[in-house]
């Protein structure tokens, strides 16, 4: 080979080799980027964290039950930023990131991950609790409506042909040719009839809310397992950062 073939193999592979550096260049700027991006979605995440809790109203069921829910549905906004924050490992960090924040980080995601695992049996908890009250509500509600309707039979049921009489007249009615008593036993007949509808339409409630109440709870419930499960599972791939902080 002469020696104007061997400048020009040592010209291409050192153009080739400049080529290869500037694309790693390219792609530690990039790297620095998407950790940046990943610092700043953990801030917007840590400001919904304090937004969910303000106002706090612990040991009121309903709230702490829909806290769970939006802390569960959020999840996956910190869970990709933390993916950005420790892309690359230890590639272009700075010296405070290898000794504070990345450990730290990484000791957070267990700490988050054991609080996930405490949501699951206080929403349980709060289900069987919401669905008590629901229940109890809508029994409440039902069995004022049933005494009115009672009320209204039993005072029915002592009138009097001429008392039924008078009072169509004092609302611009008449018998039209009808007794009294068929009138009565009409309007015992009708009320009958909406006890009985009153007692559906609160069975079809409880039904209902039992359903989309249960429905949640395992939406919620199962969410929280798995982000706990996410979050261990970054915590032992992240071994590396807890070491370089020794």
Avoid: H
Avoid at 19 to 37: P, Q, T
Avoid at 131 to 150: E, K, R, S
Avoid at 195 to 214: D, H, I, N, Y
Avoid at 228 to 241: C, D, P, Y
């Amino acid at each position: 080979m002469t020696d104007f073939d061997i400048s020009k193999v040592i010209d291409t592979e050192i153009s080739k080799l400049q080529n290869s550096v500037k694309s790693i260049d390219s792609s530690l700027e990039f790297l620095g980027v998407c950790r940046l991006i990943g610092y700043g979605m953990l801030v917007l995440a840590l400001f919904d964290l304090i937004e969910t809790f303000i106002p706090t109203n612990f040991m009121n069921p309903n709230w702490e039950f829909q806290t769970m829910g939006k802390i569960v549905e959020r999840v996956a906004v910190p869970l990709i930023a933390l993916v950005f924050v420790f892309l690359g490992k230890l590639e272009k960090r700075a010296k405070w990131e290898l000794r504070l924040l990345l450990p730290f980080l990484s000791y957070l995601t267990l700490l988050v991950a054991l609080l996930f695992i405490l949501l699951i049996p206080v929403g349980v908890m709060n289900t069987m609790r919401l669905y008590n009250n629901n229940t109890n509500q809508i029994t409440t509600q039902y069995n004022q409506q049933l005494t009115q309707a009672q009320q209204i039979q039993e005072r029915l049921s002592k009138t009097t042909p001429t008392e039924i009489e008078n009072l169509l007249k004092s609302q611009g009615r008449s018998l039209d040719g009808q007794k009294p008593e068929a009138i009565k036993d009409q309007i015992l007949l009708r009320i009958n009839e909406s006890k009985q509808q009153l007692k559906t339409e609160v069975e079809t409630r409880k039904s209902t809310g039992r359903l989309a109440l249960f429905r949640t709870s395992v939406k919620w419930n199962l969410g929280a397992l798995i982000s706990a499960v996410l979050f261990f599972t970054f915590w032992k791939g992240t071994s590396w950062a807890r070491k370089k902080a020794y």
